[in-house]
């Protein structure tokens, strides 16, 4: 009997323990383990600009020649641009696509010192702080 007790305890505690799972919150770095206090877990702006530009540097590439696009708008997101100045903001990547992207070689990096250089001159952004 106290066999069978104790198997079914462990059998109970195996499905507890197997139903657990860490929930991790992207923006703010914060997980179960952590509680919020692993400040290596966040990014500032400028990586998280980099970091999106890096991994969806193609889509962006697609997105800016169209000016317009779902990576456009996201980029346009962490950029801070506001709704209403977001068509402004992909007719100036259009625009300025052979500037971004001079080749194909260009990097994240390359076309995101480009395009901040583009958004201080245009009247239209030229008083917001876009990467720096």
């Not at 052979?98 to 990096?109: I, V």
Request: hydrophobic share 45%; with cysteine.
């Amino acid at each position: 009997m106290k066999r069978l007790l104790n198997a079914a305890l462990i059998a109970a505690l195996g499905f507890w323990v197997g139903a657990c799972t860490i929930v991790t919150d992207p923006s703010s770095g914060s997980n179960a383990t952590t509680g919020g206090s692993d400040k290596s877990g966040f990014l500032d702006r400028q990586q998280q600009i980099a970091e999106f530009a890096s991994v969806n540097l193609d889509r962006l590439r697609n997105d800016m020649a169209a000016g317009q696009g779902e990576y456009l708008v996201s980029l346009a997101t962490l950029l801070n641009v506001e709704p209403g100045h977001q068509p402004a903001f992909f007719a100036l990547t259009r625009d300025q696509f052979a500037e971004l992207f001079p080749d194909d070689r260009t990097t994240a990096a390359e076309m995101l010192a480009v395009l901040d250089r583009a958004m201080r001159a245009d009247p239209r952004f030229g008083q917001r702080l876009t990467l720096n």
